[in-house]
């Protein structure tokens, strides 16, 4: 069953430093996002991604955070200067075009911010 | 107003009940509504998907949708002890390009 995958499943870091997460979509899907779950909190929207731009973002998702397509495979996370509130699993997800809010989503990558 | 509001649990019921898990939101352009069901430590996965009102029914798992009272519901019927998990409640517009999840409610079924 095709599915959604996340690399790194871990990632300690220090606080400032820049931070790439990697989410390979399902390969037919057409929407792509990041959510952001801090721990024992619900599940955050960031932003959503679509035809190579930016479909909507959240006040969380500011100028710190960007978000790329560098390929036909790959979606990618970036945090420039992490704080140590970035602390928190980042889950990726897709959807396709026929089934708009049908979320597929990734195993997550925690992330720790030192 | 939250857009989006979850009873969180938690929620301790014995195997084989019924279990009735619910959501209520305010923004009435929402037209998709999905549940998802989440274990410690990983990622939401899909459990119910519906566009507008009405009912689905998939084996143990229905969902309600009342758009007039801006309600949904999950219920599952002859509940198993691997049914303990996070459940999430999940919503859009037509556009899709937000989904906003409530907090989860914990459910635990008691062998």
């Known amino acids: 069953e095709p599915e959604v995958t996340q690399t790194p499943s871990h990632q300690v870091t220090q606080m400032g430093q820049e931070v790439i997460l990697r989410c390979v979509p399902i390969?037919?899907?057409?929407?792509f996002y990041w959510y952001r779950q801090i721990l024992g909190q619900k599940v955050e929207f960031l932003v959503s991604?679509?035809?190579?731009?930016?479909?909507?973002k959240s006040e969380i998702f500011d100028d710190q955070f960007s978000v790329e397509r560098p390929d036909g495979s790959n979606f990618t996370l970036k945090i420039r200067s992490t704080k140590l509130e970035d602390s928190a699993m980042y889950f990726c997800?897709?959807?396709?075009?026929?089934?708009?809010?049908?979320?597929?989503f990734g195993e997550g990558s925690r992330l720790t911010v030192l | 107003q939250k857009e989006v509001e979850q009873d969180p649990g938690p929620l301790s019921v014995p195997e084989g009940a019924i279990v009735s898990l619910n959501c209520t939101y305010s923004?009435?352009?929402?037209?998709?509504f999905m549940w998802y069901r989440q274990y410690s430590r990983k990622g939401p996965e899909l459990l119910m998907y519906?566009?507008?009102?009405g009912n689905k029914e998939d084996g143990r798992f229905t969902a309600q949708v009342d758009k007039s009272s801006k309600y949904i519901s999950l219920f599952i019927r002859d509940s198993q002890p691997s049914d303990s998990a996070t459940y999430l409640c999940?919503?859009?517009?037509?556009?899709?390009?937000?989904?906003?999840f409530g907090s989860g409610t914990r459910l635990s079924i008691r062998p």
């Open positions: 519906t566009y507008s009102s």
């Open positions: 997800a897709s959807s396709e075009r026929d089934r708009p809010g049908e979320l597929f």
């Open positions: 923004n009435s352009a929402f037209q998709y």
């Open positions: 390969s037919n899907h057409l929407y």
């Open positions: 999940a919503m859009g517009d037509s556009s899709a390009s937000k989904i906003i």
């Open positions: 991604f679509y035809n190579n731009e930016i479909s909507e």
